[in-house]
């Protein structure tokens, strides 16, 4: 006996197998959720965002709790309170824990407005070792510029985590030595060194880099890479500079670190891994059952900076496309400057004629693409 | 056997017991009365208990596909299952068929204390497999010899799901907070064929018999869920997604030939 079907059904289900939307019902506390990141940091300044957890629909930005008294307690009773501050475009808590003493276990405390108590569970501080040196490679077949961390460390050091800070210059396809002024309907010259040419721009880590030498004999990093940039990003096109900060971290925070990034980073593909339900380290004293996320650690932290400069190795692919300037005549400048068109030059022909050549404003102004003027204190170069 | 139920495809593996992994064990117990009804109907219920020990499931953020090293991705739990099972027959008559409809439970728990790392905090949960209610009917009327229709239906509860419930800004992106290991169920699955069989010859001294079938499968066009995922959309938006396989009618023509 033949059943067709048997043999139409999979070459069926090719064809016929369709995705729809899928809101499941009976969601409860979906939002709300305390939300608590930072660590306390030995030595220097520790900085704690509070938050809560939104809607997985909701896409409205993030607001940050500043109602709260936070402060960092010792196992000696030593209290040190925090005040807010206006740091990466958030209001976060910042508690000066230069003087902590390493042989003392801290944690945090968290006061909210509701009278609600939560605490981080009592952390040892880990001591960070240096790093050894930063590294950078241009990986043509990817694509990408690696970038790598060398450190080594004893047998307490065994779990690592990194952060960086990036800051870039970049310029505009255009050097303009002119502008135009819409009140006045004409184009003058920038006074002085004033341009809009040069600009800088930075940014914060926003991947999980962690890693352990639990399973190797000596605890050394080489070249261990932690994290890339795509060849054609804007910030390494002229001068590019990060900062690494190291951490070591305790075998219960590497677990909660690296269960946050696969839960996150790797949802809704075919090799997802199991997800999960995360709590981290700080609980509520009048509820233990409430849930609140995050984990706040205790260490030290050690730095290391590195420039990389595109005029050495030329890795920065434009993709950018800017024609090539255009004469208006000056009855069509308010026009075109409506379009969103700007001066590039100002070309005397002869005469006490001039030609003036107009290009689209985000080729002739750095700041249409996010960065500002303001050049970071370090930054190895003189013009502004 | 292992089961990966969260991504888009869910799949089975399984594995031999190691040095790592123990030997699963369990104990049964069942009861079950029969009995016939006026001669015709054939009914059955019958009921189970059933007690596992060193069942596996995953760890949290357990990689589950192309591990070279999954047993150190799982734990050992301990399981119960129990359930009643209600059955009638009717296995002659111009109209047969049987209906049955069974209640089952199977739930897990961590067997081992793994501090905050311990699913849903060692307390009992859904097994992956758990589906409580499941009625399923198929049923025969034979017009004449030759004309006969069939009607098949299945219904059963949504398999238990972990799902993201909430999302939370931390360490500069947006992370995703699950519920409790299986504490959510994907929508509930229904499925109704109806079929037509003609059996155009009865001539006893030939080669071959043929039936021919006109049916549809899945009548209602319901769209049951084989699996559901979650994508993220455009960095802020996290969407839930559910994948359906045969999720509107589908006629069928079958041709059957006995010899």
Same mark, same amino acid.
């Given at each position: 006996?033949?059943?067709?079907?048997?043999? *139409?059904?999979? *070459?069926?289900?090719?064809?016929?197998?369709?995705?729809?939307?899928?809101?499941?019902?009976?969601?409860?506390?979906?939002?709300?959720?305390?939300?608590?990141?930072?660590?306390?940091?030995?030595?220097?300044?520790?900085?704690?965002?509070?938050?809560?957890?939104?809607? *997985?629909?909701?896409?409205?930005?993030?607001? /940050?709790?500043?109602?709260?008294?936070?402060?960092?307690?010792?196992?000696?009773?030593?209290?040190?309170?925090?005040?807010?501050?206006?740091?990466?475009?958030?209001?976060?808590?910042?508690?000066?824990?230069?003087? *902590?003493?390493?042989?003392?276990?801290y944690r945090l405390s968290v006061l909210m407005n509701d009278g609600e108590q939560y605490y981080s569970t009592w952390q040892t501080v880990e001591i960070s070792p240096e790093i050894d040196s930063l590294s950078f490679y241009p990986d043509e077949t990817n694509e990408v510029m690696r970038f790598y961390v060398s450190t080594h460390g004893d047998d307490n050091q065994r779990y690592y985590k990194w952060t960086y800070k990036e800051d870039w210059e970049y310029h505009s396809h255009y050097n303009s030595f002119f502008f135009y002024d819409y009140a006045t309907d004409a184009v003058y010259e920038y006074p002085g060194t004033m341009n809009r040419y040069y600009c800088w721009n930075n940014d914060y880590s926003t991947s999980i880099m962690v890693t352990n030498t639990k399973d190797l004999t000596d605890n050394r990093l080489i070249n261990h890479?932690? @994290?890339?940039?795509?060849?054609?990003?804007?910030?390494?096109?002229?001068?590019? /500079?990060?900062?690494?900060?190291?951490?070591?971290?305790?075998?219960?925070? @590497?677990? @909660?670190?690296?269960?946050? /990034?696969k839960n996150s980073d790797d949802a809704g593909g075919l090799f997802s891994p199991q997800p999960s339900e995360l709590r981290g380290n700080i609980y509520c004293a009048g509820d233990s059952t409430k849930p609140v996320l995050g984990y706040v650690g205790a260490s030290t932290v050690t730095s290391k900076r590195i420039f990389v400069d595109q005029r050495k190795t030329l890795f920065w692919r434009r993709t950018e496309d800017c024609d090539a300037p255009m004469i208006l005549s000056s009855l069509d400048w308010r026009k075109y400057y409506n379009y969103g068109y700007d001066v590039v030059d100002k070309v005397e022909e002869g005469m006490g004629v001039f030609s003036v050549y107009w290009a689209p404003v985000r080729c002739v102004d750095c700041t249409k693409k996010g960065g500002t003027k303001l050049k970071p204190s370090f930054w190895p170069n003189d013009h502004i | 056997m292992i089961s990966n139920t969260t991504s888009i495809s869910p799949l089975d593996t399984w594995k031999l017991t190691d040095e790592k992994v123990k030997p699963q064990n369990g104990w049964q117990a069942a009861t079950g009365l029969y009995w016939t009804m006026a001669g015709q109907y054939d009914v059955s219920?019958?009921?189970?208990?059933?007690?596992?020990? &060193?069942?596996?499931?995953?760890?949290?953020?357990?990689?589950?596909?192309? &591990?070279? &090293?999954?047993?150190?991705?799982?734990?050992?739990?301990q399981g119960k299952a129990y359930g009643v099972e209600l059955m009638i027959k009717k296995p002659i008559g111009k109209l047969n068929g049987w209906i049955s409809y069974t209640y089952s439970r199977t739930m897990l728990k961590e067997m081992e204390d793994r501090g905050t790392n311990t699913i849903n905090r060692g307390e009992w949960y859904n097994a992956p497999h758990d589906k409580p209610h499941d009625l399923k009917m198929v049923g025969n009327y034979k017009f004449t010899h030759r004309y006969s229709i069939s009607v098949n239906l299945d219904y059963s509860t949504g398999r238990p799901v972990t799902i993201p419930i909430s999302k939370y800004m931390y360490a500069g992106g947006y992370r995703l907070f699950y519920s409790d290991r299986n504490a959510y169920r994907i929508p509930d699955y229904f499925r109704l064929d109806i079929a037509m069989n003609i059996e155009p010859s009865h001539y006893l001294k030939q080669l071959t018999h043929m039936t021919v079938t006109f049916g549809v499968y899945n009548v209602t066009g319901r769209k049951n869920a084989y699996s559901i995922y979650y994508t993220t959309n455009g960095g802020t938006k996290i969407e839930g997604h559910m994948l359906s396989v045969f999720a509107t009618q589908i006629p069928y023509i079958n041709l059957n030939l006995k010899f």
């Open positions: 006996m033949k059943h067709i079907s048997y043999i *139409l059904a999979p *070459l069926m289900l090719l064809f016929t197998s369709c995705i729809y939307p899928f809101e499941p019902e009976g969601i409860k506390e979906t939002s709300g959720i305390i939300v608590i990141e930072g660590d306390i940091i030995a030595g220097g300044t520790s900085f704690f965002l509070i938050s809560y957890s939104q809607e *997985l629909t909701d896409i409205t930005t993030l607001k /940050s709790i500043v109602h709260a008294k936070v402060s960092v307690e010792s196992s000696s009773g030593e209290v040190i309170q925090g005040r807010i501050t206006y740091r990466n475009s958030q209001n976060v808590f910042n508690i000066d824990t230069r003087n *902590l003493d390493i042989d003392q276990k890479e932690i @994290y890339s940039v795509g060849r054609t990003n804007n910030k390494i096109s002229y001068i590019y /500079s990060v900062e690494v900060y190291q951490q070591v971290i305790s075998e219960e925070a @590497y677990t @909660y670190w690296v269960t946050l /990034s | 219920l019958e009921s189970y208990y059933k007690k596992m020990y &060193n069942y596996l499931d995953y760890k949290s953020g357990a990689v589950l596909s192309m &591990n070279e &090293n999954l047993v150190d991705d799982l734990i050992t739990t």
